[in-house]
């Protein structure tokens, strides 16, 4: 199983990170920008071109340390197909270099609609008899809130395909409260708690050898008390947790998601990572060696409040 995976890297590594692939152009070096702009001028294709190689570089920078990145689909939409090339080239060229990649594009509907997208996103699309994988992430996040007749699609390329999910199950940002937190009187639990059940229910079905299914859940570092309830309720979900950082989660918060052995979730930081050369003012054409002296001080702060990472027996 996909999760299976994420879990043998982040134990090789003893790193539970992952880097928040979410590139603007005003976090991109301008010597980037413009070698990109020179050869297709202030274009999307242009855009595109410098987005991929400062992706490249974050990689090549990350890639012996940090297990997985994530690419927010919205940067790359933004650009049009030009950006879209660009997130599939992003996921290609990360996984060539060993790293898993969950694609953040948070899908939500039922049916052949959400078929089409599991097999874009993880599966394979077929083309005259040929079986083509258009981007090829090893996770993505979804939005679990239509129920089951979204999910299950998923499920199947999931299991076919050797990929995981993560649903949407307590976000990290301010509002989330305003329909997560609401109680459900019959169940005297709130909405995010039943989402959680659900997604150890979903996960029967894409069963691990580590204790860990196929569906993950993403739970905010910015709720680290809602956090550890969730780690207790939901022994067989792994989280993805955003909101680390730049948000205002810390070491402490995101530690409540952790297991007896220090699995069990896995902590994003996208800014922080990307734009550590701005923060740390220094020369711009060493932004990945910013960016992998951030990736190695949020893993050491992180570390010193898990502690060893090992798989069960």
Not at 51 to 66: M, R, S, Y
Not at 299 to 305: F, K, L, S, T, Y
Request: hydrophobic share 40%; charged share 20%.
């Amino acid at each position: 199983m996909s999760m299976d995976r994420l879990l043998e890297k982040m134990v090789e590594k003893q790193n539970p990170t992952v880097a928040g692939l979410d590139p603007k152009l005003s976090y991109i070096p301008e010597y980037i920008r413009e070698e990109s702009y020179g050869k297709f001028g202030k274009t999307l294709e242009g855009a595109a071109d410098a987005l991929l190689a400062f992706n490249k570089g974050l990689i090549d920078g990350l890639c012996d340390i940090v297990p997985a990145v994530k690419p927010q689909a919205a940067y790359y939409e933004m650009y049009g197909w030009q950006g879209m090339r660009t997130l599939a080239e992003t996921i290609a060229y990360a996984k060539s270099k060993g790293m898993f990649v969950i694609t953040d594009g948070k899908r939500n509907d039922i049916g052949a609609t959400m078929q089409a997208y599991a097999c874009a996103h993880l599966g394979e699309t077929e083309v005259e008899g040929e079986a083509i994988e258009a981007f090829g992430a090893d996770a993505l996040t979804v939005n679990g809130y239509l129920g089951t007749d979204g999910i299950d699609p998923l499920l199947t390329v999931c299991a076919g395909r050797d990929k995981g999910i993560f649903v949407l199950v307590k976000t990290s940002n301010p509002s989330s409260g305003e329909f997560q937190d609401q109680m459900l009187h019959a169940m005297y639990e709130p909405l995010y708690r039943a989402m959680g059940n659900m997604c150890q229910h979903w996960g029967q079905k894409l069963p691990g050898k580590y204790g860990y299914s196929g569906v993950g859940a993403v739970v905010g570092a910015t709720y680290p008390k809602q956090l550890k309830e969730l780690r207790k309720a939901l022994p067989d979900t792994i989280f993805l947790v955003p909101g680390y950082g730049a948000q205002g989660g810390a070491a402490a918060d995101v530690a409540q998601g952790f297991d007896k052995n220090g699995l069990g979730a896995i902590v994003n930081s996208s800014r922080g990572i990307m734009c550590a050369w701005q923060k740390e003012n220094c020369d711009p054409k060493d932004f990945a060696g910013a960016a992998r002296r951030e990736a190695l001080r949020m893993r050491d702060e992180i570390m010193g409040c898990v502690g060893q990472m090992k798989l069960p027996l």
